[in-house]
């Protein structure tokens, strides 16, 4: 009998560049300072489709939900804080819609990744993106007959906002190979 370290309901989890005792905190570290970072260079386009993939990839779902949610809130915080959204009933609606948006992929994200088979890691991850994408500009997309802006829905619009989700969920994966590949305790318990 094998023995593994991660829990039983974690067997679909395909990034771990940390210990799994530190995996919730790491992924909350990455996306919320990914989500800042976003925030202020993509104002309202803002990857979360890439974020809920990434978090669906490294937590079991509860966990991906709360983390995608604080990456959520940290994104709320900089658009009215910092960036100045008007503070109005649609902005505030569009904001929660955003959201809930973005846990919708992170569940679809949770449940594409559970079905898919163990092994080729990035295909898996390619194919987990477009159902999470798909996902978060359907669920945009059934806001707008109540909130307006289905001028946003161009095809070149929704391509360039892919293609950005596919960038950053690249950057992400590498940020978690590489350190992954520098971790000591890793090494520590690699050689033990």
């Known amino acids: 009998m094998a023995f593994s370290i991660l829990p039983p309901h974690a067997d679909h989890l395909r990034l771990h560049p940390v210990a799994p005792r530190l995996a919730a905190m790491f992924c909350l570290a990455l996306l919320t300072a990914s989500c800042a970072l976003a925030s202020f260079a993509l104002a ?3 990857p979360f ?5 990434l978090a669906a990839a490294m937590l079991p779902l509860r966990p991906a939900l709360l983390v995608v949610t604080s990456a ?8 009215f804080g910092a960036l100045h959204y008007p503070v109005d009933g649609n902005t505030i609606a569009w904001g929660f819609a ?7 992929a992170t569940a679809v994200s949770s449940a594409v990744l559970r079905t898919l088979p163990q092994g ?5 991850l390619a194919v987990t993106l477009v159902a999470a994408y798909a996902a978060y500009e359907l669920a945009l997309l059934a806001a707008t007959p109540l909130l307006g ?3 946003a829905f161009t095809a070149a619009i929704v391509t360039r906002i ?3 989700s596919a960038a950053w969920l690249a950057g992400l994966v590498a940020a978690c190979e590489i350190v992954r590949l520098v971790d000591p305790d890793r090494r520590v318990m690699r050689s033990a």
């Open 72 to 79: 959520w809130l940290v994104n709320q915080t900089i658009g």
């Open 98 to 104: 955003i959201g809930a948006a973005a846990l919708l």
């Open 162 to 164: 892919g293609l950005t």
């Open 120 to 124: 080729r890691t990035a295909l898996a």
């Open 44 to 46: 309202c386009a803002t």
């Open 49 to 53: 489709a890439a974020f809920a993939v």
């Open 149 to 151: 802006g289905e001028g």
